[in-house]
């Protein structure tokens, strides 16, 4: 079996995902334009564009910016 790059192995073995909108929404409970606006504001991870009609989240980097939430009960817009 042929061995795969440095780069491709590292992201097999975090086991990192490529998430569409939908799943992201689901993830974090938040609707698609609060995600944009929040992106725009850079308050959110921006997504990977994979084609012209196809954009994707790391599923680690949406991991990380939900650990990173306050737990004070404090809302960001």
């Given at each position: 079996?042929?061995?795969?790059?440095?780069?491709?192995?590292?992201?097999?073995?975090?086991?990192?995902?490529?998430?569409?909108?939908?799943?992201?929404?689901?993830?974090?409970?938040?609707?698609?334009?609060?995600?944009?606006r929040r992106m725009k504001a850079g308050k959110f991870p921006k997504?990977?564009?994979?084609?012209?009609?196809?954009?994707?989240?790391?599923?680690?980097?949406?991991?990380?910016?939900?650990?990173?939430?306050?737990?004070?009960?404090?809302?960001?817009?």
């Open positions: 079996m042929d061995e795969l790059p440095a780069s491709s192995r590292s992201f097999q073995l975090r086991g990192d995902r490529l998430l569409k909108l939908r799943e992201v929404m689901s993830m974090t409970s938040l609707g698609s334009s609060t995600i944009y997504p990977k564009r994979l084609s012209e009609a196809c954009v994707t989240w790391r599923e680690s980097e949406i991991q990380k910016w939900m650990c990173e939430l306050p737990t004070n009960g404090g809302v960001s817009k």
